[in-house]
């Protein structure tokens, strides 16, 4: 079955994880930004949907919130997963991004969701968002949050719904 996978990705750790996803499924699936390819996908040429990005101030890019709005009914006839990149580690939290981002029709229909941690490289920001994050981080060091085991078993599982 062909997958589209749809991320929205501000610093690109949400991209890898969507091409990384796409790359393993094979089988024709492909990975689009959002903000830059999805209008060209067209939906009915894939029996599955994998959405999600990265978290900043607790949401995802609106692009991706319209997105999954306007097309909730052709997602729902779909195979359904979601996924989220976020430094938060606490399950009940990413239960709270996935319920405050994405519609809840999706929510409920997704059959999967998964979290693969986050990552920030302070050097990709701008002097008034380094200060920010000095604040929350505590310090002015990287963030190195990903967690490549909770990706590659998101495949995993990905895989065998689809197969
Ligand atoms: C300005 C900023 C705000 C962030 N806010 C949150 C947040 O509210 N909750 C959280 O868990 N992670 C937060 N993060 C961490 C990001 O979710 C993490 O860096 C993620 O890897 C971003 O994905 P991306 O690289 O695809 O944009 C924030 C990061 C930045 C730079």
Redesign the pocket.
Known sequence: MKTLVVYA???????ECAQQIASNLGDGSVAVDCRKEAKKANLADFGAVVLG??????KLPGYLRRYCAKNTAELIGKRIALFL????TDPA?HQKYFDTNFPVELVQQAQLKGWFG???IVAE?NVV?RA??KKILGNGDDFRGERPESLRAFIEDFKKLVS
Do not use: A, P, Q
Not at 53 to 58: C, F, K, N, R, Y
């Open positions: 990705s501000k610093n690109g750790y949400s991209r990005g990265g978290i900043h101030v607790g990149c976020c430094t938060e939290g986050g990552r920030i920001h968002t920010i994050l």
